[in-house]
């Protein structure tokens, strides 16, 4: 079955870590780029970071640069955004999304960009 599940969300206090993973199956990650989103409440979905299938040429939104980190197994068919000094404004539901890039070490900062998405988890950033 085609699908990609998103976990490790939850509530932490600013300032706080947390990671999030996202498992694909029904297809081999290593040929797919992999982007992560977020939607908080009463606004648009935002990128937030992407990685190339082979993880070279990461990509990230200014507001969350120098925090997040994302990474990927191939192996293990899984990716993961490993947030760090995280801020009220980080609370949203996060998404992670596959789609086949065209450009060697370039993925996609835009939606329309991937295929398949997860079902999201919250991540609640407050004291």
């Known amino acids: 079955q085609l699908q990609a599940v998103e976990s490790g969300g939850g509530l932490v206090q600013p300032g706080g870590s947390l990671r999030l993973s996202c498992v694909v199956s029904?297809?081999?990650?290593?040929?797919?780029?992999m982007g992560w989103f977020r939607q908080a409440p009463g606004k648009e979905r935002e990128v937030v970071s992407c990685?190339?299938?082979?993880?070279?040429?990461?990509n990230y939104a200014d507001s969350v640069k120098g925090r997040f980190t994302v990474s990927r197994d191939n192996a293990k068919n899984t990716a993961y955004l490993q947030m760090d000094n995280l801020k009220p404004e980080d609370t949203a539901i996060y998404y992670c999304a596959v789609g086949y890039g065209d450009t060697q070490d370039v993925c996609a900062m835009e939606a329309r960009g991937y295929d398949l998405w997860g079902q999201g988890t919250q991540v609640t950033v407050s004291s």
């Open positions: 990685i190339p299938d082979r993880g070279r040429g990461t």
């Open positions: 029904g297809l081999t990650l290593e040929y797919y780029d």
